[in-house]
C-alpha cells in the first residue's frame, strides 16, 4: 500500500513509519512526505532519505484552500493512505470526509483521556500512573476517532513532561508502524464500503 506522511515538526514518528516500511515484508511504502513547515525537520530527513516531498505553509491560506492544495499533492503521490504524524493543523470537513477511513494519526495519550495539547503535563497533573500513545482514525472530532491501537507508557515520579515525552515517542516509534501496517493488511470491509457510498451519496 501506498503511504503518505504529513508532518508539521521533526518527524521521529515519520523516520520510524519509514525504516519500518524498509524491512523486508512490509506492506506499505511510504510515497509522499508533505508538511505545512517548509522548514519542518521531517521534510529534509525525508529528502535525505530519498522520499519525494512537498511543502507549502499554510500562512495567508484558508483552511479550505491549504487542505485542497495538500489533497492534491497527496492524491498525486498515488497514495492511497494518509499517515498524520505530528501534523499540527486542524483539517477541513472536505479533507477528512474524502479520506475519511483511509487516514490516521498517533496521539501521545490513551485516548479517551486528554484529546488536544499538553497531554504529558496533564497525565503528570492528574498523578497518573500511566499515559501512553494511540493510534486512531481521524474524523472531524479531534483525537475522537476509532482507537486502532494503544501502548502504555509507565510515569515515574522522577517523569517531567520532556522525559515523559521521550520514553512515549519511544513507544509510539514502536506502536505506529505495527498498527499501520495491520491497518493496510486488514481483509477488505465491504460494509465500510457500503457506509462511504451512502455518505458520499447523502
Ligand atoms: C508525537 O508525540 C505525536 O503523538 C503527536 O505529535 C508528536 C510528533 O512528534 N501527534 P514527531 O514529529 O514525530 O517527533
Redesign the pocket.
Known amino acids: 500500500a501506498k503511504v503518505a506522511v504529513l508532518?508539521s515538526?521533526?518527524?521521529?514518528?515519520?523516520a520510524a513509519l519509514l525504516y519500518a516500511s524498509r524491512l523486508p515484508d512490509s506492506p506499505y511504502e511510504i510515497v509522499l512526505v508533505a508538511s505545512n513547515d517548509p522548514n519542518a525537520g521531517?521534510l529534509s530527513l525525508a529528502e535525505a532519505e530519498g522520499i519525494p516531498t512537498f511543502a507549502l505553509s499554510h500562512k495567508g491560506m484558508s483552511r479550505e484552500e491549504h487542505d485542497q492544495a495538500m489533497d492534491a499533492a497527496v492524491r498525486s503521490s498515488g497514495a492511497e493512505y494518509i499517515a498524520l504524524?505530528?501534523y499540527m493543523r486542524i483539517l477541513s470537513d472536505e479533507m477528512v470526509t474524502r479520506w475519511e477511513g483511509r487516514m490516521l494519526?498517533?496521539?501521545?495519550s490513551l485516548l479517551p483521556k486528554y484529546k488536544g495539547l499538553k497531554t504529558h503535563e496533564r497525565a503528570l497533573e492528574a498523578g497518573d500512573e500511566f499515559c501512553g500513545?494511540s493510534v486512531h482514525l481521524v474524523t472531524s472530532e479531534l483525537d475522537g476517532g476509532q482507537v486502532l491501537g494503544q501502548a502504555p507508557v509507565a510515569i515515574m515520579d522522577s517523569d517531567t513532561p520532556e522525559t515523559l515525552?521521550y520514553r512515549?515517542?519511544l513507544a509510539?516509534h514502536q506502536l505506529y508502524p505495527r498498527v499501520l501496517a495491520d491497518f493496510v493488511s486488514r481483509p477488505f470491509d465491504s460494509g465500510w464500503l457500503l457506509e462511504r457510498v451512502r455518505a458520499l451519496a447523502m
Open positions: 508532518v515538526g521533526s518527524g521521529t514518528n515519520m521531517g504524524a505530528g494519526n498517533i496521539h501521545p500513545t515525552a512515549v515517542k509510539e
